[in-house]
């Protein structure tokens, strides 16, 4: 049985109301949303260190949001009775001394809602249940608009295995994990990934017969050729200049913490950074060994071949992983949203073809 828990909530009027004890920082600090014909998209997430003397428990979440005139246009909550996870990463309760990911309960907005203002209101327990912490903050999002005019970087039947969605596993990069501490990771580089591959009309993506019915996992030791995508050519998504290559890694879907210590990057495994010179850049990542055809500052067009998809680095199978991000490097970077143009949507019978379109999980893509 669960004790039952009285709320007294004070609404603070306070941009950003602190608790000695606990505290609550956005992340990214600067937040983006994306926006598709029906929804908007938030793309951030809370970390909340404890630094109460006794373990906590997160009860309870928030929100109002708020029209440019700070006129109220939604209000919604969480808590331990309607969602008993409060998508916390790995283990309640929250350990004094250590921080932890929140990851955002509330990602999508239909676009009648005006986000100008998101009021969040956090309330803890110890986990003794004596003590309650109350914690308060705004966020203001902003809506994104990519700079760079970009297209897909793979051609034909493509599936989006994972993108950038709340559930995916790039939005759920847990770097608090003692493992990205040691490396120095202290922020989502991944936040807005893609990982392509290439499928057929059934949206099969190995053409082999899998060990088991599961065909994307290391563990059926399958074979990198039997994907349609291993080898197929990758294209500069848009204009820019070539700033980083690797092109010699194995592709055998590995990466050691050496390599990593060695370089930043080296989860990419064989990878091409683009500089579009607008504050985006373009990743490449996991491309296979020997594939590469540009050089470290030569200057590339849209649609340009810069290499092959392959399986190198931390790769469970031959995909590609794209992103736009801010910056070079893999601990001090952010993702960028990315939309693209010049591609068709794949929905059944029919194709939608799209400019400045917003992909994600699970959508087929087609593109010449
Ligand atoms: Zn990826």
């Given amino acids: 049985m669960k004790k039952h828990l009285i709320l007294i909530l004070t609404l603070s009027q306070s941009l950003w109301s602190q608790n000695n004890n606990i505290t609550i920082s956005v992340k990214p600090e600067k937040v983006y949303y994306e926006k598709d ?5 938030l793309n951030f997430d809370f970390l909340i260190e404890n630094k109460s003397s006794s373990n906590i428990i997160l009860n309870t979440v928030e929100i109002a949001v708020y029209d440019q005139n700070n006129k109220l246009a939604r ?22 001394g250590k921080g932890k990911l929140f990851f955002n309960p509330f990602p ?17 327990n110890s986990e003794d249940w004596k003590e309650n912490y109350f914690v308060s903050l705004d966020v203001f999002p902003e809506l994104y608009k990519t700079k760079t005019n970009l297209i897909p970087p793979v051609k034909g039947r493509v599936l989006v295995w994972n993108g950038h969605d709340s559930n995916s596993h790039h939005r759920r990069f847990d770097y608090t994990d003692p493992l990205f501490v040691k490396r120095g990771t202290t922020i989502n580089f991944q936040r807005f990934g893609y990982d392509f591959v290439v499928v057929n009309e059934e949206g099969i993506m190995y053409k082999g017969k899998p060990k088991t019915n599961i065909e994307w996992y290391d563990d059926i030791a399958d074979d990198n050729n039997d994907y349609y995508g291993f080898g197929v050519p990758i294209y500069a998504a848009g204009d820019g200049i070539v ?19 060695k370089n930043e990057k080296a989860y990419g495994g064989n990878y091409v950074i683009i500089d579009h010179q607008n ?12 594939s590469i055809t540009v050089k470290k500052g030569q200057t590339v067009k849209q649609g340009e071949v810069i290499g092959a998809m392959g399986a190198s680095g931390g790769s469970l199978f031959p995909h590609l ?32 073809s799209m400019t400045n379109g917003l992909i994600n999980s699970g959508d087929i893509i087609e593109s010449k």
């Fill in 75 to 96: 209000r919604d909550l969480v808590n331990l009775y309607s969602r008993e996870s409060l998508e916390l990463s790995g283990a309640k309760p929250i350990e004094s």
């Fill in 243 to 261: 700033i980083d290559v690797r092109d010699e890694v194995a592709d055998n879907r590995q990466v050691s913490e050496e390599e990593i210590a």
């Fill in 37 to 41: 014909q029906s929804n908007q998209y």
């Fill in 279 to 290: 504050g985006e850049f373009s990743w490449f990542g996991h491309l296979k060994q020997g």
């Fill in 321 to 352: 992983h794209y992103e736009l991000r801010n910056g070079d490097g893999a601990k001090r970077v952010e993702g960028l949203p990315s939309y693209f143009n010049n591609y068709s949507r794949v929905l059944g019978n029919k194709k939608t």
């Fill in 108 to 124: 999508i907005f239909t676009n009648v809602i005006p986000l100008n203002k998101i009021h969040y209101e956090f309330s803890f």
